[in-house]
Every structure is written in structure tokens, then in C-alpha cells.
């Protein structure tokens, strides 16, 4: 569309490009065509467009994918695009929702599978907007996005260059970041006062990094970085002897800075420095030892991890379901370090009970082994309730299987080597969810929640 037309359309629709929205439209059919071809839509992708705008993006999409999800703030704009591509939301293949995307909840797109994401964000909104589609858990796993060139080159920035920081580190821990091309102000109207680049994401591999925790993670960034002049040493606030000892152990001068260590010296840092206690545990756990039960869950003998799980035989676990104040449940996606069901979604905890242990005391354990939080009384219930229990089968792994409910104290803290993510879901997202994609989910937190499901009615 030529930059006549899109005024024209425009005017139209009574818009006038607001800077406060960020509204710097596309004219350029050919660039439009080519940024929805680095996606690589295929038939059966769900794709979400942020930031349609007129749909320049978006009528090189329609037809080339299942389904299309259009988010557009700008009430006359969505309005606009609902007629524009009505055939197409008659047909099911295209949603649009007239909503702001730094807040959109991007939970219900679980049930779609894997996403991919495209959009030409706002400048002014870009960074909120990343960090609410790309922070995991997220069901993104490919986006092409259109920024403003000195955001795009933050992210894909390396060590000891002025762009590198914690916004890149933050992007880079989690996804694969490339940068294809910059775009001058010519092909937009208004034109914007600087020059916009397109950046190609991609889920990172699992192993390619160490297992660490986010949330410390971030912490540490954000401190690091906190003051870019200071030696990293004072803005971490470490006393010399500990510094000189991790500096070494990462392999640089003890009078560093935050922007000349790597990706994976910040991770190692993140690590050396953390104390969730699923550190403290063995990366190998084949050697664990479990009692070994008969078909009324008597011990009858103990046996390795590594040995029970090859052979089948009877053995104890829990399952424990954390819930919020709205009743939302949290699920845990499992590390794809696991031996059985790696990268499925399970209960908010669950584990073994180790050879002598009782299943509450193995509850309490793994609670805070997993999620580092205590189980505590709300409003006088009982701080852990046993809710069901169920009899070995194949379905749980033959797992003897006794389940528990509770709120608790703290926040929940992850780590990556036991849990790659987690998040709070709404129970009647998770029952259609479960309906249409029971794959992502280990099988055994299926039947815990089909009996939780039920103890509620």
C-alpha cells in the first residue's frame, strides 16, 4: 500500500497515527511480504500477531496458517480489521482481540500447542510486550519482531560493547536471537526518527546452557548492571575473599565489570551464588534407593531408582497441588533432565518417597526441595491435606501415588536442573486444556487432577 492509500485508509476510519501508541504503519508490500516469510508459516501453526495495525503483515498470514490471532489496542483499528478480514473469523481461522499486549494472557494459547509470534511493536511499548510473550513458561516457540534498531541491537549484543546488558543476557538465556535486517524510516508512515531492525527468535535448545534459576538470575543482572562503571565486585556487594574466589573459578580479573562476562560465566555466577536446595541433592539420582511395595503397598525389599523404573516394580510417590487465592492451581514443566516424562507439564510438586519415608514427611520435602516453600495453615485449615490416593498402575508408573493439597508461605522459587518453569493456570483451562492436548501433561498428574477435579464437585 502506498503511503496515499494507507492515508486515505486512514482517514477513513477517523485515525490519526497516535505517538503515544506507537502507530508508525507499514507501506511497504514487499518488506511486509518478506518479514511474515522469515516466520516460515506452515498450515498447521497457530500464529499471534501483535501490533496489526492495517494488517500489512497480516494479509501475507491469512490462508498460510490453522489460525491467525490478531492483538490490536486501537479500538477503531480492530474494529477495522474484523471487517477486513471477516471472511476469515466466519471460518474460524482468525481471532481478533481488541486488547493491550503488555497484558494480554498468553495462558490460553497453551491449548493451541507451540505458537509462533510476529509483530511491529510500538517503540514505546516493546520491552514489556517481549517480556510478556518471551518469558517462560510461554507457548512461543519462533517469533519475528520488528523493533526500533537500538532495542534490536541490545538484544543480540555481545560482552564488552556498550549495548550488552541485562536485557540481552535476559533475552539470550532463554532464546537464540538473531538479527536479519535493518529498515529505514521511508517504508512507514509517519515516518519514525530512527531506523527499526527485525530480529529472529528461537527457543533454546535444552543443555545448551547450565541448569540455573531465573529468578536469581534476573537478580543478579539487575545488580550487576545496576551502576555500568562500578566493578561488578561492589555492585553485587561480595566481600573481597568470596569475589576472589568466584572470579577466579569463572576465569576473569577480580576488577571486572558486569559487561565483560559472557552469557555463561553470568550463569555459573548465578549458580555459585545461589542456595536453593535442589543444589545441595546429586545431578545423578539413578543411585536414589526406594522401598520396593507389593499390591497393598508393603515394603518388601529397597532397590535403586534406575532399577525400579527399568523393571516396573511397585513403588511410592507424591503429589502435591499448590493453589492461589482464586483457586488457580500451579503446574510445574518438568526439566528435560528427567528420566521419565522430561518437558511435560506435572504437579506443582511431586516426587519419590526415599527408602524408609513416610508420604507426608516426602510431601513437606519435596515442596521445598522443588519449589524452596514451606506448607502453611490458611484461615484454619489444615496447612496439608491429603485429597486422594491411588493404587499403582501404569498410568502413574506404578506409583502407589498419595495426594495432597495446600497453600504456602513465600514465593516459589524454581531451579532449571529440576523444574524448567512454572505458572498459576485457571482450573477450566486446564480441564480443556487436558481435553485437547493431554500429550503435554505426564500422565500421572492426568489422574491426580481428574480426582482433585472431582473431590471439588
Same mark, same amino acid.
Given at each position: 500500500m502506498s503511503e496515499g492509500? @494507507? &492515508? &486515505? $485508509? $486512514?482517514s477513513g476510519i477517523d485515525v490519526v497515527p497516535s505517538?503515544? $501508541?506507537? !502507530?508508525?504503519?507499514l507501506i511497504d508490500v514487499t518488506f511486509s511480504k518478506w518479514i511474515v516469510? +522469515? *516466520?516460515?508459516? +506452515?498450515?498447521?501453526?497457530? @500464529?499471534?500477531e501483535v501490533g496489526p495495525g492495517t494488517g500489512a503483515l497480516s494479509r501475507h498470514l491469512v490462508g498460510r496458517c490453522r489460525k491467525l490471532i490478531l492483538i490490536e489496542k486501537d479500538p477503531r483499528l480492530a474494529r477495522y480489521l474484523r471487517k477486513e478480514f471477516a471472511e476469515g473469523i466466519?471460518?474460524?481461522?482468525?481471532?481478533?482481540?481488541?486488547?493491550? =499486549? @503488555?497484558h494480554f494472557d498468553k495462558r490460553p494459547l497453551f491449548i493451541e500447542g507451540p505458537i509462533k509470534w510476529i509483530g511491529n511493536l510500538p517503540y514505546s511499548a516493546a520491552t514489556p510486550i517481549m517480556r510478556n510473550f518471551l518469558e517462560q513458561p510461554t507457548p512461543v516457540s519462533r517469533a519475528v519482531l520488528m523493533l526500533q534498531k537500538e532495542? =534490536? +541491537?541490545? @538484544?543480540?549484543?555481545?560482552?564488552?560493547?556498550?549495548?550488552?546488558?541485562? *536485557?540481552? *543476557?535476559?533475552? !539470550?538465556a532463554e532464546w537464540e536471537a538473531e538479527l536479519v535486517r535493518t529498515a529505514g524510516p521511508e517504508l512507514f508512515h509517519p515516518q519514525p526518527k530512527v531506523d527499526s531492525s527485525i530480529i529472529v527468535l528461537n527457543v533454546r535448545p535444552p543443555g545448551t546452557l547450565p541448569y540455573f534459576s531465573k529468578r536469581m538470575f534476573d537478580e543478579l543482572t539487575n545488580r550487576g548492571f545496576a551502576q555500568r562503571r562500578k566493578l561488578l565486585k561492589k555492585n553485587l556487594g561480595l566481600k573481597t575473599d568470596q569475589w576472589a574466589e568466584l572470579a577466579a573459578g569463572l576465569q576473569v580479573s577480580e576488577s571486572a565489570r558486569a559487561e565483560e562476562l559472557t552469557l555463561k560465566q553470568w550463569v555459573d555466577l548465578t549458580n555459585d551464588l545461589d542456595d536453593h536446595p535442589v543444589l545441595e541433592l546429586p545431578e545423578d539420582s539413578s543411585g536414589e534407593m526406594f522401598d520396593v511395595v507389593d499390591e497393598q503397598d508393603k515394603v518388601v525389599k529397597q532397590a535403586a531408582r534406575v532399577e525400579v523404573h527399568e523393571k516396573n516394580w511397585r513403588h511410592r510417590a507424591v503429589h502435591i497441588f499448590v493453589s492461589n487465592k482464586s483457586g488457580d492451581l500451579y503446574l510445574q514443566k518438568r526439566s528435560a533432565l528427567k528420566d521419565r516424562h522430561a518437558? +511435560?507439564?506435572?504437579?506443582?510438586?511431586a516426587g519419590h518417597l526415599d527408602a524408609g519415608e513416610d508420604y507426608e514427611a516426602a510431601a513437606r520435602r519435596e515442596l521445598f526441595e522443588e519449589l524452596n516453600?514451606?506448607?502453611?495453615?490458611?484461615?484454619?485449615?489444615?496447612e496439608l491435606s491429603e485429597v486422594a490416593r491411588i493404587e499403582a498402575c501404569e498410568e502413574t508408573g506404578w506409583e502407589f501415588v498419595r495426594l495432597y493439597q495446600c497453600q504456602i508461605s513465600g514465593k516459589i522459587r524454581t531451579h532449571g536442573r529440576e523444574i524448567a518453569c512454572g505458572a498459576y493456570f485457571p482450573m477450566d483451562l486446564l480441564r480443556l486444556w487436558i481435553e485437547r492436548r493431554a500429550q503435554d501433561f505426564a500422565p500421572g498428574f492426568i489422574e491426580c487432577f481428574? *480426582?482433585?477435579d472431582s473431590s471439588d464437585d
Open positions: 492509500g @494507507i &492515508k &486515505k $485508509l $486512514l505517538r503515544e $501508541l506507537g !502507530q508508525n504503519f516469510d +522469515q *516466520l516460515d508459516p +506452515q498450515p498447521e501453526d497457530v @500464529i499471534v466466519a471460518a474460524g481461522e482468525v481471532d481478533v482481540c481488541n486488547e493491550d =499486549a @503488555i532495542v =534490536a +541491537q541490545r @538484544i543480540v549484543a555481545v560482552p564488552s560493547t556498550k549495548a550488552y546488558g541485562k *536485557l540481552g *543476557l535476559r533475552v !539470550q518437558g +511435560q507439564w506435572d504437579s506443582s510438586a516453600v514451606k506448607a502453611r495453615a490458611v484461615d484454619g485449615v489444615e481428574r *480426582l482433585f
